[in-house]
Every structure is written in C-alpha cells, then in structure tokens.
C-alpha cells in the first residue's frame, strides 16, 4: 500500500504529546507524498498542522481499528508502536478494569492498589488445566503453563517477576506460589505448600519496609525453588536471596520506615513473654524513628507479629530460638540508641557505664559490657611488629556501630533464610523443580549509589536474558511454520554488561581501590574516566568530578561514586565480632562463627544429588576474618548473580513485567509518563519491536477464512480447500508478496496488513450496508405510498358518502316537518273542542251534587241527635255502676296491699341473703334462670291475686246489689227517717270506700312499678347474657382464627426451616460419606502399597490424599471390630519390618481415630435427621385441617397414639418370645421323641399366651383411658385458665360490680393463687430437668475439653521427638488405647454372657415345665396325635411352593458373590429383570433370617459390599458398570425396607409380599450402610459423567457455532486460543453433549435406576454445564459478544428442548442453568441509557453484582458497528446494584454438589415370580 493510502481523510493517527505523551489526532484531508504537513484534528474539535520532515519522511503513528482495542495479547495489534501499547493497556486498565495483558510471552501486571476478587480459589480452579490462550490474562495462566510445561517438557521452569518497586512484585510472586500449593499440593502430610507459602510473611517482616513509593516495598531479591516429585507433588523448596540493603537498618529517608519487624517488635512489646527485651514504642528508638511516622495505615503491626510468629512456629522455628531472634532485633534497636559522647580533643569519644541501651544491649547479646563499652570507641591497628589500640573520633565511632548494626542484621538474615530453607529441605529426590524469581526492577533516582548500581547491573543480565530468548522463539516459530526468515536485528547489551564485570570492568576497579589502603571514592572515579571514556556506554558528566554515567538498555543513569568503597568493603571492626563470638547464646555465637556457611554442605550431602542443577547458596562462605582475604560485596554479588542466570539459563523462563501506575498509590489511576518509562525499562517494548520486525500477526488458515471470506465472490469459494482460497484472497487484495508468508498452519503478516484487511473488510461490510440500506429505504418508501393512496382513497370514499348521507337526511327532515305541522294543528283543534266539552260537564256535576249534598246533611244530623241520646243514656247507667264496683275493689286492695307489702318485704330479705348472690355468681346464665323462674312465680301470684281481686269484685258488686235490694225494701218498709240514716251510712261507707280505692290503686302502683323493675331486670340480664354470648363466640371465633393463622404461618416457617435444616445436614451427611469413600480410597492405596513394600526393599512414601476405612467395622451391627484391622496391620508390619512399616502404622493408627471420630459424628446426624424427619411427620400430620375440634375427639386420638404405641412396642417384644417357645417347644419335641409329642399341649400353651396377652391389653386400656383423662383434664383446666384471663382483659361486663360478692371474689382469687402454684410446681420441675440436662452435657463438654487438652499435650510432645521416637511413641499410645478398648468391651461381653446365661436357665425351666405338660396329654392320645402329626406333614409336604428364599452353603459364599458382583457384567442381564443381583441377594438373605443364622446374613451383607466396592474401584471410570450397580444398590435398600416389617414401609405392599417379609432380624444399622454405599455410588457415577462432559462444555457452548455464520473471528496474538481450532480433533458440538446425555439417560433406564435418581443425576449434570460456561464466560475476552449471546440462548433452548423430550423438566435441571440464561440476555441487551440499566438490573437476578459487571467490562465488539460498554453505564450499573447483598465470590463452585435423596420406591414384584437365568452359573443355590 502507499502512503497515500494508509494516509487518507478520516485516517487516525497518533502525535506526540508533553502531557498525555501520545495523543489521537484525525486526518482532515489526504496527504500526499512529499507535503510538508499533516492537517489533523484533536479529540478535542482542535485543528492542528502537524510538520512532517521531507527528507527521513517520518509520519506519524498509524491508530488501529476500535475493534483491535483492549486486545488480550498487545501482539494481536495490527500496528505494533509505543503509542498503540500504551493505549491498550489504559483501555484496558481504566475501563475494564484489567489489570493483567500479554504482550507476547510477557504477562503485563499493572498494580491496581485495591483488593480484587480474582484470586480465590475458584479462579485458582477455573484455570487449572486450562491453555494459557483460553482464559483471559492471569497471573494463575503464567502459574498453570510453566507446571504444564514442566509435566509435559520434562524440564524445570522459571518465573521471572521484575518491575519498579511498588509495581506489585511481591504480590505476584505470592500468588504464583499460591498457585502452584494448590494446584500441586504435597502427598504426604508434611503440608510443604503450607510451609512454603509461610515462608511469606516471615520474609516480608525482616526483608520488605514501607518506602516513599510503596508500603510493603521488598529490599532485597529473592528466588524460590518449588521441587516436584515424578507425579508433580510439591516435595520441598529453597530460597536464594540477593543483596538485602542493611544501609536501612541505621538510615531511613522521610516518610519511609525501617523493615517491618522492628516496629512488629515494638507493638508486641507489652506480652510477658516480651518484657525483658525492655522495649517501648517505636518513636523512643533512633533507628525507627527517623522517616518520621511509624505507622502505615491500614496495616497493624501487633496483629502481622502474631502472624509472624505463627509462620515461624510452621516452619519448625522452636520457641527458644523465636525468643532468641527477638532479642538480637530488640538489641540492634538499643545500639541505634546508645548515645555517644565526643571528648574535648575531639579525637576520641566515650560512652556512659550508665547508659540503659548500651546495658541492654549487652544483656539482650550475652556479652561482656565492659568489653563491648572499650571496642565501640576504640580500634586496633596491627603492625608487624607491632599492635596499636587508636582511639575513634565521634564520626568514625557512629560509623562502627552502624556497621556493626547491619552486620548483625545482616547475620541473621542468613540465619533465618538458612532455617527456613532446612524447614522445607527434603529428603525424597527431586524430579523437578519451578523457580519464581522476585527481583528488583531497574531504578534511577536523582542520587543513585551502590545498591542501585548493583540493581541496573542484575537488570542487563536478566534483560539480555529476555531478548535471547524471546529472539529464539520468533526464530523457532518462523521455523516451525518453514518460514523464509532473516537474522533480525535486535538490542543486545553485552557492551554494557562488559563495561560492567569484565577485566578491569567497574566492579573489577572497585575491588582493585577497596585493596588499596588509602582508596578514595575520588581515586576510584578517575580511573573510571581514564579507563572508560572511550566506552560507548560510559560517560563522564560535566560538572562533577566524583559521578559517572552509564547508558543502560532503559535510560542512562548518573551515578554518585561517593561511598561505593565503604559499601563494597562492608567493613566491620573484628574486635567487635570477637565480642559477639564470645556470647553465652548460643545463637548469637553461632550467627558470627567462621565455619557456619560450610556446615549446611555437611549436613546436607544429598541435597545436590536430589535435583538436576546443584542448588548453591547465594551468599558465598565467608573464610577467614581478615580484610585481604574477604571477599567484596561486588564480587559476591556478581558471583551470585552469575549462579542465577545459570539456573535461568537451564530453565525455561516464563516473564511477568509488573507496571506502577502512578506514584500516589491511587486506585485505577494511570499516569502515562510513568508507564511508558517502565514500559521502556522492563522490555516490553524491545518485545513489541522484535516481534514488529518480523511478522507479528498470524492466522490460521481456518480462522482467516472465517474472517475474511466475504471479501472474495462466492464463485471463487467454490474451492473446498480453505488453503488455496486464503492464498487467492491475499493475492487478490495485497498486492506486495513481502507483506505475507503461508506457514505450514498460519498465515504471517507484516506489521499493519491486518489493519489493511480489517479497513478492506470494513468497507465491504459498508458497502454492503448501503446496498441494504438503499434498498430497505426504497420498500419502505413503496410501502408508505402505497399506504397514502390507499388512505386517500378511502378518505374520498367516505367523504362522497357524507355527503350522500347529509342531503338524505336534509329531504328526510323536510317531510317530517310538514307531518309534524298537521298533526300539531289537528291536535290544537281537537283540544279546544274538548276543553269546552268538559266545562259543560264540569258544571253540571257540580250543580247535582250540591243537592244531593244538601239532602245528606239533613239525614245525617237526624242520625247523629239519636246516637248522642243513645249514648248518653248508657253513660250515665255506666257510672253509676262503676263507681259502686270502685268502692268495692278500693276495700279489697287495701287488704291485699297489706299482705303484698310483707310478701316483698320477704322476697327482698331473701334477694339480699348471701345464698342467693352465691347462685348469681354461679353463672351468669343460672342468674337468668332463677330470675326467670321468680317473675314466673310472681306472674303466678299475680294470677292469683288477680282472681282473687275479681272474685272479690263480684262479691262485692253481689253484696252491694243485695244491699241495693234490701235498702230499696227498707225505704219501702221504713219512712223518710230511715232514708236519712241510711244516707249517713252510705256516705261513711262511700269514704271507707273511697279510701278503700285510694289504697288499692296505691298498691297496684306500686305493684306495676316492682313488676315493671322486675321486667327491666330480665330484660337487662337477658340482654347482658346475650351480649356475653356475642362475646364470647366472638372471642373464640377471633382465638381461633388467630390461632389458626399463627399456627399455619409457624407451621409453615417451621417446615421451611426444617427442610432447609434437614438438606444442609443431608448435604453435610453426604460429604462425609464422600470424605468417607475418598479415606476408604486411601486405605486401598496404603494396602497396595504395603503389599508392595513386601515385594521390594526400601522406604515408600505413603500417599496422604487417601485413607483406610471399611464400611464393615462402622456399625455395631458387624462383629468385625477394629482389633482384628489392628492385628492385621500388626502382621503386616512383622512381615515387612518395624523400620519399613513405622510410617505406614502411624498414618493407619491415625486414619483409625479418624474413622471413629466420623463414626460417631455419622451416628449424631443420623439420630438428629431421624428426629427431624419425626418432627417433620407430627407437624404434617398437625397440620391436617380439623373442623370439629371436640374434646372428646382430642381425647380419643391422644388415647389412640398412646395405645398404639404401648401395642406396638409391646407386640414387638411378644413376637419374639413367642417366636423363640414355637422354636424352643419344636426342637424339644424333634430330640425327645416326634411320636409323643402332642398338637394339644402347644394349643394349651398358647391359649395360656393369649389369656395373659388379652388380660395385659385390658390393663394397658384402663391405664391408656386414665391418662387419656387426666391428660384432658389439664389441657382444659389450662385452656379454661388461660382462657378466662383473656376474656377477662378483652371484655367489661355491665353491671358487674352489683353482683359480685366479695367472699365470691376472694374464694375466685384463691383458686388462681391455687393454678398459679400448680403451674409454678411444674415450670420448677422442667427447670430442674433442663438443668440437669445442661449440666450432663457441660459435663461431657469438661470431659472432652480435657481428653482434647491431654491429646494437644501428647501431640506437642510428639513434635520434639525424632522422626523415629515420633513412631515408637505413637505405637505405644495406640496400643495403650486399644487395651482400654478390649477391657471394656471384655466387661460388655462379660455383662452380655452372664445375661445369656440368666436367660438360658429361665428358658430351660419353661422347657421343662412344657415337656412335663405335653407327657401329661400325650399319654392319653399318643395314637391320634401320632396320626394326626405324621397326616399333617405329608399335607404340608404336598403342598409346598417356592416360597422365594434361596439357599446355599456357607462355603459357597465366595463363589455366591464372585459370579453374582464381581465378574458380573450388565450386558449379561441384559432383557431379565432389571435390579435381578438384587432381588437373588435379598432371596438369600431371606433364607438366612428364616434359619436365624445372623452370622450367615453379617457374612453374606458384609461380602457383598466389599465386593461392590472392588468393582467400583476397577471400573472408576465406567458409567454404565456404576449405574448398573448403583441401581442394584438402590434396589436391595429398597427391599430391605419394603420387607422389614415396618408397617410405613408396607403401605403398598400386597398379601403375598408381607408374607416374604424378614422375621427374626432388623437390619436398620445395614441400611444404613447401604445407603451410605450408594451415596458413594452416586458420586462417582456423577464424577464420571462429569469427567466425560467437561471437555465438550467450552467448545460446545461457547465455541462451536451452532448456526452458522453467525460467529466472527477477531485477531488473536501470540497466546492462540487451543480450542479455536474447530477442524482440530478437540472441537465439540452441541450435538455432542446432547448424544452423551442420551447414552447417560439410556442406560440409567434399562438399568432400573429409579426415576427420581435419574432427575437429580441430570439436575447436577445440568448445573455443571452452567457452572463451566459461565465460568469461562467470565474469564475470556473473546466470548464476551453479542453473536456469543446468541449462540448461548439457541443452545439452552436445544437442551430444555431435550429435557421436555425426555420428561426431564421436572428435576430442576433447567433452573440450574438461569444463571447462564441471564448472562446470554446480558449479552444481548442493550447497554447505553438509565432505562438499560434498569432493565438489566431488574433482569439479572440470578447473577451477582460481581459477574455482571465482569460481563460488561469484558464485552468486546466483533465488527466496528458494534459499540463498546461505556464506563459510565458501568458506573451506573455498580451504583444501581450496590444495594444487593451479593456473595464475594466471582465464579461459580463446579464442584458443588446438591445433597441426593433417594426415596422409597418398592417393587411390585414378588420374589416367588422371580427367575434366575442359567447364565449366572448360581446352579448351586437352592430354591426353598
């Protein structure tokens, strides 16, 4: 291409910039060849002329396509410059937050200063066997390829980890170790990985401190060897370090710190056991207190001692030498502080005898004080003649202390990097090894001295390293690929490297000036000058006559040559060492010895025989004290980095450049400036140049294909071979033949041909889309005519209509006017007419009705004057009489007034007595009555009364009408004189009379008023009951709807809690069963081993990741013990030999305890799930809906449960009893004589059963009845308790205060008083049971506390013995533990054997009482019963059947199970019964209950289980054996439950199978272990299907496309994806995985594993493929996509589809997989304004916060029309989400397991229809 192509209008480039350092700028117009100037605009809508020189022709960087940016692999760029790679990793950094990229084989670590979810173990697990090109940037990839490279190559590796400190070295080295700890963890139980990742924290206390670039900033360089044994097991590791900077122990700049333990030390100096280091805080001591803080915030020092010496503790650092290490820390800080005083001479210096550090000091070292006091300020100068002691002045005296502060520290450095490398030192030979190297990065400061020096120094050897190498992998993969290639020209600083260390190098003028005795800085300089000015990469500044320049591969650095010599002597006084060796510490005299560094030589001598390379120690040994002798610092570095890249060079290195963002440690904050200078350092961009002056972009031919086959026409596609189409698109389209090579397997391009491409690809996807566009525009355009004219014409449709419409309407309304007139005018006419009719009318109505009126009056008035007459005259008659009947009834009354007036007085005597307001209080409702009966009785009386008053009425008006009479006479007889007298008497008797009246109506007043009260009265109370009744229905009604709802809701809490309860305890059962079956494993693998051991001399590790365990010594049901797995050991261990077996018996002593502790722990579970499964029942059963809750009812069921259970329990036991007389009295008869033996006396003795069986039940009834009722009597005496305080509270009667007394309410008061005592007697009671349980269980916690705190103290005296003591003493406590076992298990048996012996004598004595009954009948019918008897068993012998039980001989057991489990194959069931092995093992089992032989079932149960476990062990990868025996173990499970004789398993079960059930044994403890075997069963059947599907999920899921076309190819770099491939032979289809379920589910149902089995198996399966793609969704860049989306729903669609298909949906299966389904929809959503953001939020419910955002910053475009995830949608997402309580966890757990269930499923098959093929050879059994 020309220049005028690359450089074209809209053409984006890169210009350089003072600030950003690059900066995007856009071609505004095309540039042509030889203009002087580029048109461009900025970002920012700026126009700028940008020069060009003419003459080099130097335009600027070319930008690449958007969709090139936040590549994976900067490789993958198709332009390949500084402004491109700095751009993607700020992308790449700040918008998607990663912070890893490759950049060829370089990992680039940018140090995010924040805590990332990416290092769990999850992740560790997601890349673990994974291709470094198939997840997504990590440091754990780095990890994974060297310990694949390392297991595939056979060779050792190396990762090196460089960059500026603060860049995050440190870290990454730590992850790498943590990586390889996990993923190959040590075999045994040395726990090496845990030692080695130890080794961390006690290296960052004493190595790294806080500096003004970083906290925890290393000082020091360290490589750590991790050794692997043949099967790729961490065995051991070794550290090397390299030159620690002891200048910081004396001197810290501002705002840095001394190492880490000084200011640890101080913060712990409060504990006891610190309290004689004498230690305060950090700021009293001059040596940390000279940066100025002492603290870093966010780190607690106290809290990282504690860590410190716990790692110490791991690695073996005993208690005294912890203590020791301490003291030499605390007495460096007192020597800092000792004060020194100059003289007034100023030639010499003194220090106080007084002075408290200097006293410490010498305590803390164990020296003499006087000795060390004299030598600090003084020196000896030796002669040949003669020995000078020379006083110091107060500099020089400064000096030696300081000297010797680092020379101590320095000494124990070594001496804790030695002890720990002992700590993870191995005996076993290495097979190989992995190295991580944490070294500093290159460093240049405005003074640079000595330790920067030797730093640039290590930093040319390691980058010259790095450009070899990456220089041999081009050329290896050019030649690879047989690919025509030219030596590339490349940077190499073997110039600088020999200015450096060659002869008379700088190091080598060092050395030669530190000889001289009087040596200078100065001196040494100018030698440089003289020696190097003509170097090329030396140079002498200008203004100084003490510094120097040396050009190194990164930058030039000016060097300070003041104080080199000193460094480089590391000169300390021998006087004061002399001191220090005369310690009486061990410790200390041992750091300052001459011949420590040969000794671990000595002591180790199969250390350099155990590994390939012979592993030296970094610090050269030190020989003699003497000066001429000691070697250089220089010259021990260079010796030592010498020995590095050896080991380097041996290895195969693996780079991670760690980049320092920005020096103010912000998070996410990316300083151009910085990176690019670090970027330029660490020799990412000589990688970026090498591989840009090849071919750095390649594709396979399959991927190139994909990509670009829409730039050629389709006739030329026709070519089935993709080859020659990819050869003619690239002819075709680049013109330049240098720009490409065809390789063997990929296409290689020039730099900037991909952008080429991707520009021809994008302009043809362009065009496309105009052609698309154009014509979607022109339909669109038909179609919107076509609409108008349509619409036009029916708008003229509709308008003619209207109009059509309005004139009809117009002709109508005229018509209907002119009807509407003439019928308004007839109907005027018709009205007038008559209106006048009706007057005329009106009138005469009128006129006749006045007459007619008239003539009515007159009649009428006539009428009326004769009833007033009438009337009158009957009034007047009327008085007269009642006023003669008034004066009788007045004189009645005033008598009965009299008597009514005592009867009340009585009645309200009585109303008021005490027994009366007694009966009131009685009841509310017998008030009522008894009211109710006194107004009867009063209603009575009035009655009475009443009859009385008109009886007496009568009389009266008789007597009066008699007086009437006789007066009327005497007038007659008498004269007018008489008259007069008798009217006296009349008017006396009218007043008496009248009085008579006034008294009775007084009386009825008040009768009627006392009548009235009374009515009142009853009505009140009337009403008061019936509002009491109200209330009270209203109250019961209300209790119990409340009560119903409270119960329901607690119900349903309760059995939600409950289920969750019971699946976690199911769950936690389950993975000790499976922790169970993997120690189980092991102890198989020990066995092995063992039996090996016999075969081969010597010593064999024993492999710790297995455990020895037999189901059989589990239970107690199993007479095996493990006393006879002890004596078998013990065997086994005087076979092989005490020395060779010591391990092996300790590991199987240990797996013992082991097996009981899960033993015991099994056995909890079970009782806790059996009482929760109980609970679960009553709470199912109460939660029945009752209607009718009747006392009565409540009373029968509590009878019923009670009695049921006394029947059971007690049927139980009368079964067996009887079951042993039938057996007993059969034998007897068989031995005595068959003859004489009598039906009648077995009839007799069981009648005499049934007699005291029927008396016992009438017993255990009146017993039953009477607790039924005293139960009920509680509940309602509490229920009426609790009841009448309630209503009590809830309710005011009225008018209660009138009737209650206060005797009433005291007696009420004493009977609650009376309750409340009962009810505290019983809250006493169960209190005092509660703590007495609570003092039981303390007590046991005490006992336990105890044994552990006894076994702590063993194990910790265990750890200071030998290896060889540690065996002899672990035997000795093992075999002392076993005796106590056998003494009380002797004692259990001694217990049980005198039981026997009871039971025998009691049995014998009814033996021969029967014996003595049945000779008593057989003499008087030994004939008939001897007929009888021999009649009855021919009839039973003719009518026999099978009665499904199969017999064998005890010896045919093992051919019994070695046809029947072991050698058996499914195929050969094939078309039988399915579960026939076991339905023929119960048969046989059966047998043995109906002989009651328990050894022949333990033998037979116990056998088969072994044997199932054989085979599962042989075939551990064969789905169709495991099915096959998982569902024949779920089956004998379900036949020992179905034939138990529990009544809740023979539900379903018909006549004929409750005939087969067992009848002498309960196998419940067998079950049990059955089930536990299937458990196993079933996890490794989903292991193996899992381990058949895992390699099919990624490639099936994500990969393959499943419609075609739909996926794009983006271009990859030098990490190539290894499952890209889809011609390769690791591709996957979706078809695939749906054809591998079809086997699973195929054979699982011919089997007969039942259906709900099957359903959890394909749940589980389902959730893994879920777990796996997803997971890989969330590590891998390139799938992030839309077209991925697509792809993912299609699939999940396919497999719901094939879960319908199979009726599958039921099982959860596709519910596991909505994570997965949420993340598709993601994918495909659109991802730009709020109402996105909410969608997404409400969306992904099943995804956390975490993996959506994961989702969205890894998003990647596939083409340039597809837009990236802006930040701040991001942004808007988190804070949207930050409300959600997600867990922490990034990934999902693929090992999860859901805890299995298997229900009860019985067979309807009886076993007498059961048929045994001849093909199972079992012709030895018989049918019985």
Sequence with gaps: MSVGELYSQYTRVWIPDPDEVWRSAELTKDYKEGEKSLQLKLEDETIREYPVDVQSNQLPFLRNPDILVGENDLTALSYLHEPAVLHNLKVRFLESNHIYTYCGIVLVAINPYEQLPIYGQDVIYAYSGQNMGDMDPHIFAVAEEAYKQMARDEKNQSIIVSGESGAGKTVSAKYAMRYFATVGGSASETNIEEKVLASSPIMEAIGNAKTTRNDNSSRFGKYIQIGFDKRYHIIGANMRTYLLEKSRVVFQADDERNYHIFYQLCAAASLPEFKELALTCAEDFFYTSQGGDTSIEGVDDAEDFEKTRQALTLLGVRESHQISIFKIIASILHLGSVEIRAERDGDSCSISPQDEHLSNFCRLLGVEHSQMEHWLCHRKLVTTSETYVKTMSLQQVVNARNALAKHIYAQLFCWIVEHINKALHTSLKQHSFIGVLDIYGFETFEINSFEQFCINYANEKLQQQFNSHVFKLEQEEYMKEQIPWTLID??????????????????????????????????????????????????????????????????????????????????????????????????????????????????????????????????????????????????????????????????????????????????????????????????????????????????????????????????????????????????????????????????????????????????????????????????????????????????????????????????????????????????????????????????????????????????????????????????????????????????????????????????????????????????????????????????????????????????????????????????????????????????????????????????????????????????????ENAVLKDEKEQLNNQILRQSKAKFAQSSVEESLLMKKELEEERSRYQNLVKEYSRLEQRYDNLRDEVTILKQTPGHRRNPSNQSSLESDSNYPSISTSEIGDTEDALQQIEEVGMEKAAMDMTVFLKLQKRVRELEQERKKLQVQLEKREQQDSKKAQIEQPKNDTDVDQDADLAYNSLKRQELESENKKLKNDLNELRKAVADQAIQNNSTHSSPDSYSLLLNQLKLANEELEVRKEEVLILRTQIVNADQRRLAGKSMEPSINARTSWPNSEKHVDQEDAIEAYHGVCQTNRLLEAQLQSQSLEHEEVVETLRAQVEALKEEMDKQQQTFCQTLLLSPEAQVEFGVQQEISRLTNENLDLKELVEKLEKNERKLKKQLKIYMKKVQDLEAAQALAQSHRGQHELTRQVTVQRKEKDFQGMLEYHKEDEALLIRNLVTDLKPQTLSGTVPCLPAYILYMCIRHADYTNDDLKVHSLLTSTINGIKKVLKKHIDDFEMTSFWLSNTCRLLHCLKQYSGDEGFMTQNTVKQNEH??????????????????????????????????????????????????????????????????????????????????????????QGLDPEIILQVFKQLFYMINAVTLNNLLLRKDVCSWSTGMQLRYNISQLEEWLRGRNLHQSGAAQTMEPLIQAAQLLQLKKKTHEDAEAICSLCTSLSTQQIVKILNLYTPLNEFEERVTVSFIRTIQAQLQERNDPQQLLLDCKHMFPVLFPFNPSSLTMDSIHIPASLNLEFLNEV
């Excluded at 403890?1565 to 490794?1580: K, P, T």
């Excluded at 794009?1608 to 890209?1620: A, H, I, L």
């Design 490 to 1023: 490349f940077y190499d600083n073997q110039p600088c490297i020999d200015l450096i260390e060659a002869k008379l190098g700088i190091l080598d003028l060092l050395d030669e000036e530190c000889k001289v005795p009087k040596g200078t800085d100065q001196n040494w300089a100018q030698k440089l000058y003289d020696r190097h000015s003509s170097s090329q990469h030396f140079q002498k500044p200008r203004m100084s006559n003490t510094a120097f320049i040396v050009i190194h591969f990164a930058d030039k650095v000016e060097y300070l040559s003041d104080g080199f010599l000193e460094k480089n002597r590391d000169t300390v006084y021998e006087e004061q060492i002399n001191i220090l060796k005369a310690s009486k510490f061990p410790l200390v005299a041992d750091l300052f010895r001459d011949d420590k560094d040969p000794a671990p030589a000595t002591t180790t001598p199969g250390k350099a025989t155990s590994s390939k390379i012979n592993i030296r120690s970094a610090r050269p040994p030190m020989k003699a004290s003497n000066k001429e002798h000691k070697k250089s610092v220089g010259f021990q570095f260079r010796t030592s980095l010498n020995l590095l890249m050896e080991t380097l060079n041996a290895t195969t290195p693996h780079y991670v450049r760690c980049i320092k963002p920005n020096d103010e440690k912000l998070p996410f904050h990316f300083d151009p400036k910085r990176a690019v200078q670090q970027l330029r350092a660490c020799g990412v961009l000589e990688t970026i140049r090498i591989s840009a002056a090849g071919y750095p972009s390649r594709w396979t031919y399959h991927d190139f294909f994909n990509r670009y086959r829409m730039l050629v026409k389709k006739r030329d596609l026709g070519n089935t071979e993709k080859k020659v189409i990819c050869k003619s698109i690239l002819e075709s389209l680049i013109k330049d033949p240098d720009k490409f090579q065809f390789g063997r397997t990929k296409i290689f391009f020039r730099a900037g041909q991909v952008a080429y491409l991707e520009k021809l690809r994008a302009d043809k996807f362009r065009t496309a889309t105009i052609m698309i566009q154009k014509t979607v525009r022109g339909w669109l355009h038909k179609v919107k005519y076509r609409r108008l004219k349509q619409a036009t014409l029916t708008l003229q449709r509709f308008c003619r209509g209207h109009l059509a419409r309005r004139l009809a309407e117009h002709l109508r309304r005229t018509r209907a006017a002119v009807v509407f007139q003439k019928q308004y005018r007839m109907r005027r006419a018709r009205l007038a007419y008559q209106r006048v009719c009706t007057a005329a009318i009106v009138i005469q109505s009128f006129t006749r009705a006045m007459f007619v009126r008239r003539n009515y009056r007159q009649v009428l008035m006539e009428h009326k004057a004769t009833i007033i007459q009438k009337y009158a005259r009957g009034w007047m008659t009327r008085r007269h009489l009642q006023q003669q009947r008034d004066a009788a009834v007045v004189i009645q009354c005033a008598f009965r007034r009299l008597k009514a007036k005592q009867q009340l007085k009585a009645l309200k005597i009585e109303a008021r007595s005490a027994e009366h307001l007694k009966r009131l209080n009685v009841g509310m409702e017998n008030k009522v009555v008894q009211l109710q009966r006194k107004i009867d009785d009063q209603n009575k009386e009035f009655r009475t009364l009443s009859e009385q008053l008109s009886a007496v009425t009568s009389a009266h008006a008789m007597e009066v009408e008699k007086l009437k009479r006789e007066l009327a006479q005497h007038r007659q007889s008498q004269g007018p004189g008489a008259g007069l007298q008798l009217q006296e008497e009349v008017r006396s008797l009218r007043a008496e009379l009248q009085q008579a009246h006034s008294e009775r109506r007084v009386l009825e007043d008040a009768h009627s008023r006392e009548k009235d009260e009374l009515r009142k009265r009853v009505a009140d109370l009337e009403q």
């Design 1557 to 1646: 059930c067992l009848k002498n044994f309960d196998l419940t403890e067998y079950r049990q272990v059955l089930s536990d075997l299937s458990i196993q069963i079933y996890q490794q059947l989903i292991k193996i299907a899992e381990g058949l599907l895992q390699p099919m999920i990624v490639s099936a899921m994500l990969e393959n496309e499943s419609i075609q076309g739909l996926c794009g190819v983006k271009p990859t770099g030098y990490r190539k994806r290894s499952s890209s491939m889809v011609d390769g032979e690791n591709s996957y289809c979706l078809e695939g995985i749906i054809r591998q379920m079809n086997s699973f589910h195929t054979v699982m149902c011919d």
